[in-house]
């Protein structure tokens, strides 16, 4: 059975034109071709960029945290309540106001207490802010790099600047040392993305991401099996061409902040207007802008309209379609997809900030819900610890004006 599904599965005609075959790919006359065998490299080098990610997050991005001033926020963990915790796990983490309720009685706590506890629980699983910048930093890490490589690998091939190229001689197309290594190390990447997903700091857009990773790493491995190496590597670039930047922005308010802190020591540079705080708060969008033009262009730009183009009209010029074209092309398209869905996110948190001067946050991250001074007066109402002033007690979570006046006054 398993030997009629090999066969099956990397029967000729599902992979290449007619006429074409795995024949075509063997060594040859000191020439080397991708093979299919050679993915299997990418198990073991996800494996090491999941130590080496322990490693930097622990000897680079954390010092780096602390050096840029990122403080870790104190939050009140929500009391053991027995009850509220099997309602919260084992039904939702959003009761209505019916189920609120309900619990109050059971529990014999206020209606407004059950609440606080849902709020603290809700807050207790939703990851630091040095958990997002370590992360955040691993992965500018990694894009930043990626990007350059592949910009050195790319930089001297005659398909960077004219498209048609990467289909010139296919499917025998010489294998380059500097192509190997791209793309292995950009798949073990992905591969350890997969693999760490589960532990990394989830967002609203969790199940875009697993379906992003899959879609990438499938595309990846068929165009390394087909022999579409060329195409590969130019999609992968123009990936890589944003991806730093987003990262990049995330800690850009710590970046700045101990740049200003640093350049207040020097004479005259605090009293220039450039570098006021409204100015360095302003700094952050700005990067976000880049972040977000880059994006537009490489995504929704020239992904479709050059590259994408290129890999479904041309082709047929010269072979006819077969099922790994439309199988490449609908991974493709899948990518596509993404692409105007997180395009959409961006032009919504562009809208948001341009009236105003606020630093442009996340759509996709989860926020606190409350802030430090309301978790502390919380924290004294859960206790029992009923707030006095000298006039009497709190009406509403307002003094008690004239408390001491006659009713005849």
């Known amino acids: 059975m398993l030997a009629w599904l090999s066969d099956w599965f990397w029967q000729e005609r599902l992979w290449f034109p007619v006429g074409l075959g795995w024949a075509d790919l063997q060594d040859r006359d000191g020439r080397v071709y991708a093979k299919a065998s050679d993915l299997w490299v990418t198990i073991p080098l996800a494996l090491c960029f999941l130590i080496i990610r322990q490693v930097f997050e622990r000897t680079v991005a954390t010092p780096l945290a602390a050096l840029l001033g990122v403080r870790e926020k104190v939050r009140l963990r929500a009391e053991h309540n027995p009850t509220l915790e099997s309602y919260f796990c084992t039904n939702t983490k959003h009761p209505t106001q019916s189920s609120v309720e309900s619990l109050s009685k059971q529990t014999g706590c206020s209606v407004r207490q059950v609440q606080r506890w849902f709020r603290r629980r809700r807050n207790q699983d939703r990851p630091s802010l040095l958990k997002k910048f370590r992360e955040a930093s691993w992965r500018f890490t990694f894009y930043l790099l990626a ?7 790319l930089i001297d091939k005659p398909w960077l600047y004219d498209l048609k190229e990467m289909w010139s001689g296919f499917p025998v ?3 380059l040392p500097s192509q190997y290594w791209y ?3 950009e798949l073990g990447f992905y591969i350890s993305l997969l693999f760490s997903v589960a532990s990394d700091v989830k967002r609203k857009d969790f199940k875009e991401q697993i379906v992003h990773h899959l879609a990438t790493i499938m595309l990846i491995s068929f165009s390394w099996c087909v022999n579409y190496i060329r195409a590969g590597t130019l999609i992968m670039l123009v990936h890589d061409a944003s991806d730093y930047l987003l990262e990049v922005q995330c800690a850009a308010p710590q970046f700045l902040l101990l740049l200003r ?3 207040r020591l020097l004479p005259g540079f605090w009293s220039a207007k450039m570098f006021n705080y409204a100015g360095w708060r302003k700094t952050c969008n700005y990067i976000f802008i880049l972040f977000a033009a880059v994006f537009i262009v490489t995504r929704l730009i020239i992904l479709p309209f050059w590259i994408l183009h290129c890999t479904w009209v041309y082709p047929v010029t010269i072979y006819p379609p077969f099922f790994g074209y439309y199988f490449f092309n609908g991974l493709l398209f899948v990518l596509q997809c993404l692409h105007i869905f997180w395009a959409v996110l961006i032009l919504r948190m562009a809208i948001k900030f341009l009236p105003g001067n606020e630093i442009v946050e996340d759509e ?8 430090d001074s309301e978790e502390e007066w919380d924290k004294k109402e859960w206790e029992g610890q009923e707030t006095k002033t000298k006039n009497g007690p709190v009406r509403n979570g307002h003094t008690a004006l004239n408390n001491n006046h006659r009713k005849t006054e």
């Open 261 to 263: 802190q640093r350049l």
């Open 364 to 371: 996709r991250s989860d926020r606190d819900e409350t802030d």
């Open 147 to 153: 990007f350059f490589a592949g910009l050195a690998a």
């Open 183 to 185: 793309y292995m190390i």
């Open 173 to 175: 197309l010489t294998l």
